[in-house]
Nanobody
Framework: QVQLVESGGGLVQAGDSLRLSCAAS????????MGWFRQAPGKEREFVAG????????YYADSVEGRFTISGDNAKNTVNLQMNSPKPEDTAVYYC??????????????????WGQGTQVTVSS
């Protein structure tokens, strides 16, 4: 079983940048399909980005394509989300999640068995 802890959230101005990190204990993250999701107040949890096992191919929601980058760091056993040019509509609680059974990152949150506690990202205009 893997335990996930997110960090790096906070208040940022639109157009700046922010880097979220998901640290793991218990297992090596590169053996999982990893995803970043977010949930804004009153909205469904939505897929943001995902990365395949051994940190190979990456996948993005249309809303963040070209602005956000997901990456894995084997040495630190982390999965990171670099958020460039954030917009106020990116404001949400961001969660990292691990799927031990899938092949490609699913956009459906029910496919992920392990979750972090979330980190708040607030983008001001």
């Amino acid at each position: 079983q893997v335990q996930l802890v997110e960090s790096g959230g906070g208040l940022v101005q639109a157009g700046d940048s922010l880097r979220l990190s998901c640290a793991a204990s218990g297992r090596t993250l590169s053996r999982y399909v990893m995803g970043w999701f977010r949930q804004a107040p009153g909205k469904e949890r939505e897929f943001v980005a995902g990365i395949k096992r051994i940190f190979s191919s990456t996948y993005y929601a249309d809303s963040v394509e070209g602005r956000f980058t997901i990456s894995g760091d084997n040495a630190k056993n982390t999965v990171n989300l670099q958020m460039n040019s954030p917009k106020p509509e990116d404001t949400a609680v961001y969660y990292c999640a691990a799927d031990e059974n899938g092949y490609t990152p699913s956009s459906d949150y029910v496919d992920y068995a392990y979750w972090g506690q979330g980190t708040q990202v607030t983008v001001s205009s």
